[in-house]
């Protein structure tokens, strides 16, 4: 009995010894304070576009090849005869990378040791930015917010990290930069780079430098998002599915009534192909 206890105060000290450790300990000191509710601003006709210091649509003036720039003209003629155009969100598609962050409804960040959490609260959207110098992955199946590598950078040398640089791949689509349908290359072979850090003036307001190199592109695009930070938010669920009246039938855009019936999007839209239903017998009189 004696030595029973003995061996197990042992393992018990031995355990608590390795829990404090210093060198698994995380000190929150050495990274920025990123810390509360992220909101883009709302001011000087900033909605939901890529560049938020250009006005939505044409205004973007996106770098897009002749082809997509062809595909994107389609698509906002769709949405002027009252379709959806490129925009595959509206039936709940998540946004995915880099649209993302245009952040709709705030977010949150959390640093841990190892990765960053991203949590957007539109569609409960979350990314993971891994911190622990690993790669990208081989044979990682795509998703829409992609695989993302971190490092953190310590610009002035003082040990305490200024920056976060990401790099984002292994993305899958149909993804379009905002609203409008500015496109993104159909093969998802996307690459986007960003730079997180606060204004130097401002502490409460967070850059986002982001590079999007995309084959839809003729050259790289880069813009500088900003977001505004709430110290004492509140949060509420953004639930796409919940209410939504948009459908996508045989390729077309499709409205639900009031009334729950399928109605036409856009003028003189033909009616979708029911021919896996058998027509409505009429009772004889």
Same mark, same amino acid.
């Given at each position: 009995m004696v030595k029973?206890?003995?061996?197990?105060? @042992?393992?018990?000290?031995? $355990?608590? @010894?390795?829990?404090?450790?210093?060198?698994?300990?995380?000190?929150? $000191?050495?990274?920025?304070?990123?810390? +509360?509710q992220w909101k883009k601003p709302r001011t000087g006709g900033i909605v939901n576009q890529w560049?938020? %210091?250009?006005?939505?649509g044409r205004g973007q003036q996106a770098?897009? %090849?002749?082809e997509y720039q062809a595909i994107f003209e389609a698509g906002l003629a769709d949405q002027?005869?009252?379709?959806?155009?490129?925009?595959? %969100?509206?039936?709940?598609?998540?946004? +995915?990378?880099?649209?993302?962050?245009? &952040?709709?409804?705030?977010?949150?960040?959390?640093?841990?040791?190892?990765? &960053?959490? /991203?949590? /957007?609260?539109y569609l409960t959207m979350l990314?993971?930015?891994?911190?622990?110098?690993?790669? =990208?992955?081989?044979?990682?199946?795509? $998703?829409y917010m992609g695989y993302s590598i971190g490092n953190w950078i310590d610009e002035d040398g003082d040990g305490r990290y200024d920056a976060l640089e990401v790099e984002t791949r292994l993305l899958k689509g149909p993804r379009t930069f905002d609203p409008s349908g500015v496109p993104l290359h159909k093969d998802n072979q996307t690459i986007v780079k960003e730079?997180?850090?606060?204004?130097?003036?401002?502490?409460d307001i967070l850059r986002d430098d982001v590079t999007t190199i995309d084959h839809a592109l003729t050259r790289p695009w880069t813009v500088n998002k900003w977001y505004i930070r709430d110290r004492d938010p509140i949060w509420v669920e953004a639930i796409c599915n919940e209410q939504n009246d948009h459908l996508k039938l045989g390729g077309e855009d499709y409205m639900v009534s009031a009334d729950g =019936?399928?109605?036409?999007?856009?003028?003189?839209?033909?009616?979708?192909?029911?021919?896996?239903?058998?027509? %409505?017998?009429?009772?004889?009189q």
């Open positions: 029973r206890n003995w061996i197990g105060a @042992a393992a018990l000290g031995l $355990s608590l @010894a390795l829990a404090g450790a210093p060198a698994q300990a995380f000190d929150e $000191s050495k990274y920025p304070d990123f810390a +509360g560049d938020i %210091t250009k006005p939505v770098p897009l %090849t002749p002027e005869a009252g379709g959806q155009g490129n925009d595959p %969100t509206g039936i709940c598609i998540p946004d +995915g990378m880099p649209r993302a962050m245009n &952040v709709i409804f705030p977010m949150e960040i959390v640093i841990q040791p190892k990765v &960053v959490h /991203i949590m /957007i609260e990314r993971r930015i891994y911190t622990d110098g690993r790669d =990208f992955p081989e044979g990682f199946e795509p $998703s730079r997180f850090y606060l204004d130097k003036a401002n502490p =019936f399928i109605m036409p999007a856009k003028k003189n839209q033909a009616p979708p192909d029911l021919k896996f239903f058998k027509p %409505t017998q009429q009772t004889q």
